[in-house]
C-alpha cells in the first residue's frame, strides 16, 4: 500500500461516523453534535483568523464548520455569522467552540485501545 493510501486510510479512521456532543443548557438544553476530528479545508480559515489575531471571529467559524445537528446536518448557517458575532453570549461561544478544539482523539483512542 503507498504512503498516501496508509495517510488517507489513517484519516478516515479518525473521521468515524462517531459524533461527540456537547451540551449547551444557557441555549435551552440544545445539543451541539461535531466529529472529533478535522480536515485541513475546515482548519485553514480558523487558523488564518487566530493568526491574525481574530480569535473571536476564529471560535464562530469553528461553531459554523463544525456543529453538527443529531441527524449529522449543519447546525449553522454561514448566515448566522452576524448573530453568532453580535447577539450571542461570547462566554458560551468560547466555551462550545473550544471543547469542540480540544476534542481530538488520542492515538489510542483511535486505535480502540
Known amino acids: 500500500m503507498s504512503v ?7 484519516f478516515k479512521t479518525k473521521l468515524t461516523d462517531k459524533l461527540e456532543c456537547i451540551e449547551v443548557p444557557e441555549w435551552d438544553n440544545t445539543k451541539i453534535y461535531f466529529k472529533s476530528s478535522a480536515n485541513l479545508k475546515q482548519t485553514e480559515e480558523v487558523v488564518a483568523l487566530y493568526r491574525n489575531n481574530k480569535i473571536a471571529e476564529a471560535l464562530v467559524i469553528v461553531l459554523l464548520t463544525r456543529a453538527l ?4 446536518s449543519k447546525m449553522f448557517s454561514t448566515a448566522d455569522k ?3 458575532m453580535n447577539n450571542v ?4 461561544v468560547t466555551r462550545v467552540a473550544t471543547h469542540i478544539l480540544n476534542s481530538e482523539p ?8
Not at 106 to 113: D, H, K, R, T
Request: without cysteine; glycine residues 4%; charged residues 40%.
Open 4 to 10: 498516501i493510501n496508509n495517510a488517507k486510510t489513517h
Open 69 to 72: 445537528n443529531e441527524d449529522k
Open 82 to 84: 452576524f448573530d453568532l
Open 89 to 92: 453570549d461570547p462566554d458560551v
Open 106 to 113: 488520542e492515538a489510542e483512542e483511535i486505535a480502540g485501545n
